[in-house]
């Protein structure tokens, strides 16, 4: 009944959009279920090609004249997904934000290509626990494990061009993805190895593990926004960079915040050398100043230094112009600045701000999201381990980007105190303001000065090194 439906739907749907007559005119439609968002946007690698509104039925449509073929992706925020338009294309979809992209079913011209493309992407998020189990072998048992993957993947590729023969240009985009997947395997493998084994050092590899580098090209404008490839790119370089300084300049085992601006240096004088394709040059760059600076966080003459040579180096203004941003906001988070007066929700609904509420005490900020409830209760177990073994300091619960009947729902479920519970209701100030790249950041204070803003609360103790200046209440 559910596939009779859906097979309706998008029949209706095509009925609505397809016109025999389209020559060069593409036709992008579908219906999306518990819209999280009035819009579709569709994008050409970074650039708007057009928007749609969503209609009382949460459909939306675009026919698009001349556009340039090949790989978009549109955007329903918070997600994106691609899709692969050739000229005169009629392609419809259908998808539930609730399973975003285990729910999306392309259908009409190209539908083959698209599914497949879907497809890979799903399977590399399922095997990603597989392959992990595989970075404990030896260098050939791995790469013999991944290129038997990867032929199997390639296999049923052929098997779909032979069935349905699609164009060049989209058997060479779904070979790709099959392609720098594999290949990010075995970019990630000896440093991934060196953690499972237990090894000090690097393991040793024979030149033919990388045999595959040859045949590729690091300069592909067209597929310098297509995630695998990118990805790839940039995960070559930082293991290019890592062997180039374990050779020559004496990497340490366990690398420090100079080590990981000897290695950036390393990596942006790479970049420079190897890559001419101007974007991607640029989105590298952005990528190591960006990297960089979330991970050292670090305010000094060399951090200076740093970001003048990515400015010398970028002629993108929007990356820059982002970098300068990121880097005053790491100035404006060090120890014995105030904390930003961010306005958040309390359970009751009034506005109240974290200054505030970090008056005249201790306070750890801890951040979780409706979305991801794992963590969401990951989180309060540690913290409860953390109220007991350091109960001088106050733990407030800040919740970012959850509708506030989901956000109550999930409180009312847990034995916590709701009164330190409180909820952002403009998530990218906060976002921006605090610099909140990843869940597992905690924010601490003592009467509304920062004594770290980029804690982990997932380390044994987040605490370690700020005892000499905290004390007890």
């Given at each position: 009944m559910e596939r009779a439906l859906l097979y309706l739907t998008f029949c209706f749907l095509a009925s609505c959009a397809y016109n025999p007559d389209t020559g060069n005119t593409v036709y992008f439609a579908g219906e999306i279920v518990n819209p999280t968002s009035d819009y579709v946007v569709l994008y050409k690698n970074d650039a708007v090609?057009?928007?749609?509104?969503?209609?009382?039925?949460?459909?939306?449509?675009?026919s698009l004249e001349n556009i340039e073929e090949g790989l978009h992706h549109f955007d329903h925020t918070p997600e994106l997904q691609y899709v692969y338009l050739e000229k005169g294309d009629s392609l419809i979809i259908r998808l539930n934000t609730v399973a975003f992209d285990?729910?999306?079913v392309f259908s009409g011209s190209n539908e083959e290509v698209n599914n497949f493309l879907l497809e890979m992407f799903l399977n590399?998020?399922?095997?990603?626990?597989?392959?992990?189990?595989?970075?404990a072998l030896d260098p050939e048992k791995f790469s013999g494990k991944i290129d038997s993957l990867r032929l199997q993947k390639l296999e049923e590729l052929n098997t779909l061009n032979i069935d349905k023969t699609i164009s060049k240009g989209a058997f060479d985009m779904a070979k790709a993805s099959i392609d720098y997947n594999s290949y990010i395997y075995k970019e990630k493998y000896p440093f991934i190895h060196k953690k499972k084994s237990g090894?000090?050092?690097?393991?040793?590899?024979?030149?033919?593990?990388?045999?595959?580098?040859?045949?590729?090209?690091i300069n592909l404008k067209e597929l310098t926004y297509f995630r695998p490839y990118y990805n790839y790119v940039n995960n070559r370089f930082g293991n290019l960079s890592y062997m180039v300084c374990a050779q020559n300049c004496g990497m340490e085992k366990k690398m420090s915040s100079k080590d990981h601006l000897h290695l950036n240096k390393h990596k942006m004088h790479l970049i420079?050398?190897?890559?001419?394709?101007?974007?991607?040059?640029?989105?590298?760059?952005?990528?190591?100043?960006?990297?960089?600076?979330?991970?050292?966080?670090?305010?000094?003459?060399?951090?200076?230094?740093?970001?003048d040579k990515f400015k010398e180096l970028s002629e993108n203004e929007a990356h820059i112009a982002e970098i300068n941003h990121l880097y005053n906001g790491i100035k404006a988070l060090q120890p014995k600045e105030s904390i930003p007066d961010l306005a958040i929700l309390s359970v009751e609904g009034d506005t109240v701000h974290m200054k505030d509420i970090s008056k005249n005490n201790h306070t750890v900020f801890y951040f979780w999201t409706g979305d991801q409830k794992r963590h969401f209760r990951n989180v309060l177990r540690h913290v409860k381990k953390l109220e007991k073994q350091h109960p001088e300091y106050r733990y407030v619960g800040i919740n970012l980007?959850?509708?506030?009947?989901?956000?109550?729902?999930?409180l009312?479920?847990?034995?916590i105190d709701k009164k330190l519970q409180y909820r952002s209701f403009d998530f990218g100030e906060i976002q921006?303001?605090?610099?909140?790249?990843?869940?597992?950041k905690c924010v601490i204070t003592k009467d509304t000065v920062i004594v770290d803003a980029f804690a982990n609360v997932f380390t044994r103790n987040p605490f370690v090194g700020q005892q000499k200046t905290l004390t007890a209440k």
């Open positions: 090609v057009d928007s749609a509104k969503l209609d009382t039925n949460n459909r939306f449509s675009f285990e729910s999306l590399y998020e399922d095997e990603e626990q597989l392959v992990y189990s595989y970075y090894e000090e050092t690097i393991h040793r590899l024979d030149s033919s593990f990388y045999d595959y580098r040859k045949n590729l090209n420079d050398s190897l890559v001419k394709e101007e974007h991607l040059r640029n989105n590298l760059f952005r990528n190591v100043a960006m990297d960089y600076l979330l991970k050292v966080h670090e305010v000094n003459n060399e951090c200076n230094q740093f970001i980007r959850t509708a506030e009947d989901k956000w109550l729902s999930m009312n479920e847990q034995a921006e303001s605090l610099i909140i790249n990843n869940l597992s």
